[in-house]
């Protein structure tokens, strides 16, 4: 067992980054920090997005659920909540003007629950607001026929597909966490992570998660033939994490990593709506944890891309449309040119805060990300755009409502171009006749947990991201702090009340011991850090590749592999030598072998300096060349670049 030091740091990333001669001789972007580049994020204009604006999200989600659970509220399309005594709960409908508003059973889990959520996230207690317990009444939802909780109360899970089912059910659990005195429903959270379980296995035993839904009364998956949702492993996963949390039954530990087989090994992105979100920092967390070798570059790919196999184009928008930049933003990337949605955009921020945790080397890339998401999707709310460019730009109700609630429910969508205006902020309810506005309630009632993820900082265009916001147990704080600016800057790092040992996970150092109140954080030019507050005094070990305070896991070592002098479909002939930079912060295991893998055909390499290929041993044409790098322990870490090769 060693210390963590200073010069334990200095010897990681010496002595045991091979080939370290060639990398300090640099080429275009050395590495040698051991962050990861993600191919989607490196594609906006600029790390800073243009026309950065802090957007206080808070602020929103508190006045969200001001409007929301008013009932004496006075406006149009007010007020929106209503008592369902058919099924002892309250409701309110997808959309302002929804018609469905005031139908008992019309309601939906995925706004209903995900403002019960988004409240408690943000500091308000929904067991017991204004002298009503909120949460007991999310019970509706569980169908006691079928043992699981469904997206309507009184619903069926008959022909419901996939992600109306499980992420209702991930929404359920994660509140139920945060009131474990609340008995009903945790007996509820645990019924249907047990019968979601038998319905792994009898997927399991197909070979597949690729189905439309899956019918509890029948007990059998079904295809509807006209679309199919793979990433139904992933929600899985993430719900079977949270039973294996609650129970400690390890059939449940055993079903996440099944299941996170299937979406890593998935030919292709097998994103569908929001459940693939989980994936990354899930499966980050299983290889830093429990050892595994998940691709975390290909999922994270699978999620931004935009090259889902089951709905084409689902995924992360880049560019900007008109005045405004909508990097990072969620959605299509090809629908009419392109057509981003707020729920998706505030989901994946809250699915994706605790990636840079488990795996630090996508600290930097999440930290752009980060920051150009909290800028862009301000525009879904009314006030933060033209007029002229909003759905509502004709209807005084819809303006009186925006008025009203002080503009706190955002638009659904944002079309790239629509009405002769670009952008477009709407939806589709006023396109398909569903409400009489695009302002959208189920989309409002996330803006909570991306509230819970994105915080500001002292210094203008820092920002704070919280990696435990998914966590309701978690036994530290972890928080994620990214430097755009080309200069070092200073930033005012608030703690908790008591004294504080600081260690930043993606350096593997203590940086500050025995602070207290405000400490003066420096971090370099585009620096990114991962900051662990401790107890002072906190006893820090390393062992096996992994970090304990006290006894508890805090961090594990880190392996990372990045090509210096080759950009996406950069044209090659001939003999090419491949500059890579190997960062490993385990001084116990060394790089054992490289492997580069073209069409099929992999060459092995011991060396670093000895890494190249010939284009001429291959068809010319548009060829991915990956590169594993692979360590005494076993540990593997990938990158991938597509090259076109000519002779």
Request: charged fraction near 20%; proline fraction near 3%.
């Amino acid at each position: 067992m060693k210390k963590v030091t200073v010069l334990l740091l200095v010897f990681c990333l010496l002595l045991q980054t091979i080939g370290c001669a060639k990398v300090k001789e640099g080429g275009p972007g050395m590495n040698i920090t051991g962050q990861k580049e993600v191919a989607r994020i490196n594609r906006y204009d600029s790390v800073i997005p243009e026309n950065y604006k802090w957007f206080d999200y808070k602020e929103k989600a508190l006045l969200y659920d001001n409007i929301v659970f008013d009932e004496d509220a006075l406006g149009p399309y007010l007020p929106l909540i209503w008592q369902d005594k058919t099924n002892s709960t309250f409701g309110f409908a997808a959309y302002v003007g929804d018609a469905r508003t005031g139908n008992n059973g019309s309601q939906e889990a995925v706004a209903t629950v995900a403002a019960v959520l988004s409240a408690t996230l943000i500091g308000i207690d929904k067991s017991r607001q204004n002298g009503v317990n909120f949460v007991k009444q999310l019970h509706a939802y569980y169908s006691e026929d079928e043992g699981i909780i469904l997206n309507n109360p009184g619903g069926s899970s008959a022909s419901t597909s996939m992600w109306y089912l499980i992420y209702p059910a991930i929404l359920f659990t994660q509140v139920s966490l945060r009131y474990p005195q609340e008995e009903q429903i945790r007996r509820d959270a645990l019924s249907t992570i047990e019968r979601w379980y038998e319905a792994f296995l009898i997927m399991k035993e197909t070979e597949s998660f690729n189905y439309t839904g899956f019918n509890f009364i029948t007990m059998e998956p079904y295809d509807n033939g006209v679309w199919k949702e793979p990433d139904c492993a992933a929600g899985l996963a993430l719900l079977f994490q949270m039973g294996y949390e609650m129970t400690g039954d390890e059939k449940y530990a055993r079903a996440v990593l099944e299941c996170l087989d299937y979406v890593n090994a998935f030919d292709g992105s097998a994103l569908y709506e929001v459940l693939l979100y989980f994936a990354p920092g899930l499966a980050a967390r299983m290889n830093a944890q429990r050892n595994t070798d998940y691709d975390i570059d290909n999922l994270l790919g699978d999620v931004l891309n935009g090259n889902s196999i089951p709905r084409g184009g689902w995924g992360s928008i880049v560019g900007t449309w008109g005045d405004y930049n909508v990097n990072g933003l969620m959605g299509s990337t090809t629908d009419g040119g392109g057509y981003a949605f707020s729920m998706n955009t505030f989901a994946a921020g809250y699915a994706l805060s605790s990636l840079a945790k488990y795996d630090t080397s996508y600290a930097k890339a999440m930290g752009i990300w980060y920051l150009n998401v909290s800028s862009n999707a301000r525009y879904f709310f009314s006030g933060e755009t033209d007029l002229s460019n909003q759905s509502a730009s004709k209807d005084k109700a819809a303006q009186e409502f925006i008025e009203i609630s002080k503009d706190a429910v955002p638009y659904e969508g944002i079309r790239r171009s629509s009405n002769t205006k670009t952008p477009w902020i709407g939806g589709d309810p006023t396109v398909y006749g569903w409400a009489n506005t695009d302002l959208s309630l189920y989309s409002g009632a996330h803006t909570g947990l991306f509230a819970s993820v994105v915080d500001k900082t002292d210094v203008n265009k820092i920002l704070k991201i919280n990696c435990n916001a998914m966590d309701a147990g978690a036994d530290c704080a972890v928080w994620l702090l990214y430097n755009p600016y080309d200069s070092s800057k200073k930033v005012t790092y608030e703690l908790p009340e008591g004294s504080w040992d600081l260690f930043n996970s993606v350096t593997k150092q203590v940086i500050a011991k025995d602070v207290s109140g405000k400490y003066e954080l420096k971090l370099d030019a585009d620096e990114a850090a991962v900051i662990i507050e401790l107890p002072a005094g906190s006893n820090i070990i390393h062992r096996n590749g992994h970090y304990y305070a006290n006894d508890i896991w805090i961090a594990a070592d880190s392996l990372s592999v990045s090509i210096n002098n080759l950009r996406n479909n950069e044209k090659v002939s001939g003999k090419v030598k491949l500059n890579l930079s190997i960062v490993n912060t385990d001084p116990e295991n060394k790089t054992e072998q490289i492997v580069v893998e073209i069409d099929g055909t992999k060459m092995y390499y011991t060396d670093v300096n000895d890494v190249e290929f010939n284009t001429e041993d291959f068809s010319e044409g548009s060829k991915n060349v990956k590169v594993s790098v692979i360590t005494t322990d076993h540990k593997t870490d990938r990158i991938s670049i597509r090259l076109n090769f000519s002779r």
